[in-house]
């Protein structure tokens, strides 16, 4: 990739905590196939599961500030924790462009496919707390459809290790799922509330064969292409892929390649993102942006006082 490039304007953009949301995009290349994407995971503060909300949305908002610069036709949050806590704000916040998340999609699918009424959720902390999926299935149902939330905060951190199947992943899955086979045996469709998540369905499915469990990415893919609302082609005969990261560019190829099921040929751009309370402009030269000598993004730290940006010999 040649990082002095604008992208081609009208491509999807997406954005996660960490390489977790390469399950969505996965599921996005399969049905855009002819549709240019970026897509940048923030490694160097995942996972954004445990943090506060104001700080969630403080880091959607340098996320999307940055993907907006590449003049996407749509924005992704592929990410359950901003799009079950601050997904309002951000669309409210930039409405040039649209965003969406993948909440909905999935609370969508599991209504359609429970029959029991009785559906779970399987998630990070925050998303659990936050409430949203009872919030969203109930709006959906009139309050017909129950919601039993389990936080699964040892399901990320494997699945960046690349820990998804055999007996360490099968120990934990089953402490998690535990109360789906003991206490809420009535549970006969579970949505996978994470996109770090889909990776472990081989285990989840052997632990609970009976049970539907929806990977939202998948289902917000096919509810877009079914709505329209992403047509076009990029007009190229080779649509381009760009990935960007805040850290760790080796760790995201590594750990990436394996969720996306595709190589990833040349390392991402790091990016050093811009604090929005200061709405510090991204450089651009003739090149566009570009990487300092060392591989990191030349946009400036906002956060640090121009005094102290000289005085480090910035």
């Not at 953009?13 to 290349?29: I, K, M, P, Q």
């Amino acid at each position: 990739m040649n990082v002095g490039e604008r992208r081609p304007e009208g491509g999807i953009a997406l954005f996660d905590s960490g390489v977790g949301g390469l399950t969505v995009l996965r599921h996005f290349w399969e049905t855009f196939p002819d549709r240019d994407f970026a897509y940048l995971g923030d490694m160097a503060r995942f996972p954004y599961g445990t943090k506060s909300r104001e700080t969630i949305l403080r880091f959607a908002r340098e996320n999307v500030l940055f993907l907006r610069t590449l003049h996407p036709s749509l924005i992704v949050a592929a990410c359950f924790t901003v799009s079950s806590q601050v997904l309002p704000e951000l669309s409210q916040e930039f409405p040039d462009v649209p965003i969406v998340g993948v909440l909905e999609a999935g609370a969508r699918a599991a209504c359609r496919l429970t029959r029991t009424g009785s559906v779970g959720v399987l998630a990070t902390e925050g998303t659990i707390s936050s409430q949203a999926y009872p919030a969203v299935i109930g709006e959906m149902t009139a309050h017909s459809v129950r919601v039993y939330g389990q936080a699964c905060p040892l399901f990320a951190p494997m699945v960046e290790e690349g820990v998804t199947e055999g007996p360490i992943a099968e120990l934990v899955a089953r402490k998690y799922l535990e109360p789906f086979l003991s206490v809420y045996r009535e549970v006969d469709t579970i949505i996978l509330g994470c996109t770090h998540y889909p990776p472990l369905r081989r285990t989840l499915e052997a632990i609970l064969p009976d049970i539907v469990f929806v990977d939202p990415g998948q289902e917000l893919a096919e509810e877009l292409k079914k709505a329209g609302k992403t047509n076009g082609s990029s007009g190229n005969p080779l649509p381009e892929r760009h990935f960007y990261v805040t850290d760790s560019p080796e760790r995201f190829v590594r750990i990436g390649e394996n969720l996306l099921g595709h190589p990833i040929r040349e390392l991402p751009e790091v990016l050093t993102l811009p604090d929005p309370p200061f709405l510090t402009p991204f450089p651009e030269t003739s090149r566009g942006f570009f990487a300092k000598e060392d591989g990191r993004s030349a946009v400036p730290d906002a956060t640090v006082l121009p005094e102290r940006r000289e005085a480090g010999g910035r």
